[in-house]
């Protein structure tokens, strides 16, 4: 079965950091594109950052320079590195597969499966 | 930058057929895709590539495309479906494809 667990969210005092972990089972992080995507409470989804399997990593504009993606190909994790936090950065923090695919007339991108999320609150 | 624009609400009795429009320019050259989100759960995929069908996924799930404007379409509307439900798209305009979502619909089954 194809699934996704996250873990690392807490409370962080603003300027503070944490990373995120999401361990993937049933595929292999590493062969597919890797995707974080937030929710701030009550807010709609918001995409965060990509790595693809290739390793680049793009960036939402409201978090570049602060968020780093990675992964650990051996413990088939993905992470999400996040300094320099912010009150605007509270949100639930979901990894997803993300399947591009742009060889064709109209590129091809989607998230499916999600994890679950994992809460992060950045409040002093 | 680029914007999908979805209605914040859509209500309808049970038995009935929703419909949820999704707006953007670029959807006459982007795929769409559509997520429902029943509260305090992640995301779910319901329609990829405008109207593709995950497995899973029951058949009363459909989407079209027309110009600028895709719909989500929920034929014979049950209780279980009441939920937020955001479509999603992309902008080639840059160096890579940004993601895009729309605002999210929330479906009240009256």
């Known amino acids: 079965e194809v699934q996704l667990v996250e873990s690392g969210g807490g409370l962080v005092q603003p300027g503070g950091s944490l990373r995120l972990s999401c361990a993937a089972s049933g595929f292999t992080v590493s062969s597919n594109y890797m995707s974080w995507v937030r929710q701030a409470p009550g807010k709609g989804l918001e995409w965060v950052s990509v790595i693809y399997s290739g390793g680049s990593t793009y960036y939402a504009d409201s978090v570049k320079g602060r968020f780093t993606i990675s992964r650990d190909n051996s413990k088939n994790t993905l992470y999400l590195q996040m300094n320099s936090l912010r009150a605007e950065d509270t949100a639930v923090y979901y990894c997803?597969?993300?399947?591009?695919?742009?060889?064709?007339?109209?590129?091809?991108?989607?998230?499916?499966?999600w994890g679950q999320g994992t809460l992060v609150t950045v409040s002093s | 930058s680029y914007e999908l624009t979805q209605p914040p609400s859509v209500s309808v009795s049970p038995g009935q057929t929703a419909r949820i429009t999704c707006s953007g320019d670029a959807l006459p050259k982007q795929y769409a895709y559509w997520y429902q989100q029943k509260p305090g759960q992640a995301p779910v995929l319901v329609i990829y590539k405008d109207s593709e069908r995950p497995s899973g996924i029951p058949e009363r799930f459909s989407g079209s495309s027309s110009g600028t404007t895709v719909t989500l379409t929920i034929s014979g509307v049950q209780a279980e479906d009441e939920a937020d439900y955001y479509c999603?798209?992309?902008?080639?305009?840059?160096?890579?494809?940004?993601?895009?979502f729309g605002g999210g619909t929330k479906l009240t089954v009256l």
């Open positions: 999603q798209s992309a902008d080639s305009s840059g160096t890579y494809p940004r993601v895009v």
């Open positions: 997803a597969r993300y399947y591009y695919d742009s060889s064709g007339l109209r590129p091809l991108n989607w998230f499916d499966p």
